[in-house]
């Protein structure tokens, strides 16, 4: 049972390029979430998905698009990669929309973008 | 807006000592508090939630409404508590919160020998 796995772990970008990274869960979740982690901010929330065909945006949306055309995969898109977008971002998943809903987190992808 | 604060970035305590990580929120309602915990080279994980009122790798927290506070407490620290701590609180005043969590900004965890 592998939860959530995120592709890749690594990648360093140039400025203006653009990648996408995959979240995948093998839990039947409906809710999907992607985070971003910086030093002194910790997680803050970029999109999340509360079921497969929809998408919505969280705290900090702005230079990235997501799709959700399965259940089970949840992608984040970087258009135009910036350095500001240097980050490490976590996927993570859970089964309800209730507020003590525990969330399941992937590895992590570190993106350098130079 | 909700917000999240944990105001040390860093504590360092030695082996069997106590450990308080300190954890305050603000928010309008009535909110869902946690405790997520990122060991070295794993992923973040659920640690304990308010509601849940238990004790694991003995840790507790006790929710304090009137401090806004959800402080994280072990007695007798070990070596293996030595992580990242993120306070996190989920909540939508007057709608759905969907899971979303805020977080606040973590605590480095270090335990001596």
């Known amino acids: 049972n592998a939860g959530v796995t995120q592709t890749p772990k690594f990648r360093v970008l140039k400025t203006g390029q653009s990648m996408t990274l995959l979240c995948a869960q093998d839990m039947n979740h409906e809710y999907m979430y992607w985070y971003r982690q910086d030093p002194g901010m910790g997680l803050r929330l970029i999109h999340y998905?509360?079921?497969?065909?929809?998408?919505a945006k969280g705290e900090v949306p702005d230079g990235y698009n997501v799709s959700r055309l399965k259940k089970q995969n949840f992608l984040l898109g970087l258009e135009s990669a910036a350095p500001s977008q240097t980050s490490v971002y976590f996927c993570?998943?859970?089964?309800?929309?209730?507020?003590?809903?525990?969330?399941?987190f992937g590895q992590g992808t570190r993106l350098t973008v130079v | 807006a909700q917000r999240v604060t944990q105001p040390e970035k860093l504590l360092s305590v030695f082996k069997g000592a106590p450990v308080e990580l300190k954890c305050n929120y603000s928010y309008s309602g009535s909110p869902e508090l946690f405790w997520y915990v990122q060991y070295s080279r794993q992923r973040l994980q659920l640690l304990l939630r308010?509601?849940s009122r238990e004790s694991i790798k003995g840790f507790t927290a006790d929710l304090n409404k009137g401090e806004t506070s959800f402080h994280l407490k072990k007695p007798f620290a070990q070596e293996e508590d030595s992580a990242m701590y993120y306070c996190?609180?989920?909540?939508?005043?007057?709608?759905?919160?969907?899971?979303?969590?805020?977080f606040g900004q973590g605590t480095i965890l270090t335990v001596h020998p």
């Open positions: 993570a998943s859970s089964y309800s929309a209730g507020g003590n809903t525990e969330a399941f």
């Open positions: 308010h509601i």
């Open positions: 998905s509360v079921g497969e065909g929809t998408t």
């Open positions: 996190a609180l989920s909540g939508n005043a007057g709608g759905t919160s969907y899971g979303k969590l805020t």
